[in-house]
C-alpha cells in the first residue's frame, strides 16, 4: 500500500479518536461497543486495526461522521475512504 494512503487513514482515524474523547456523549458509548477502557484510548492509538474500530464506530451514525467531518472541515466521505484503507477496510464485492 501507498505509504501516503496509509498515513492518510491513520492521521485522518486519529483525528476521529480525538473527537471522540472530546465528545462526552459519544465517548462512553464507544467505550462500551468498543470494550475499550479510557487507557486503551491512548494505548491503543497507533494500532491500524484499533484504528479501524474507531472508523467502524463513527460510520455507524450519518450525524456522527457530519458532525466529525464538520468540526475537522473535510469531506463527508474521507472517513470511508480512510476506512478502506485500514486492516479489515476492504469491501467485498459479491458480483
Known sequence: ???????FAETLALKALGWLAGNDELLP???????????DLRQRAADPDF??????FLLMDDAWVTAFCTAE???CSDPMAARQLL?????????
Open 29 to 39: 458509548v464507544f467505550l462500551g461497543a468498543s470494550g475499550a477502557s479510557v487507557s
Open 1 to 7: 500500500m501507498n505509504k501516503d494512503r496509509q498515513e
Open 73 to 75: 472541515g473535510i469531506a
Open 51 to 56: 484504528l479501524g474500530a474507531v472508523l467502524d
Open 87 to 95: 486492516p479489515g477496510g476492504a469491501q467485498t464485492h459479491w458480483t
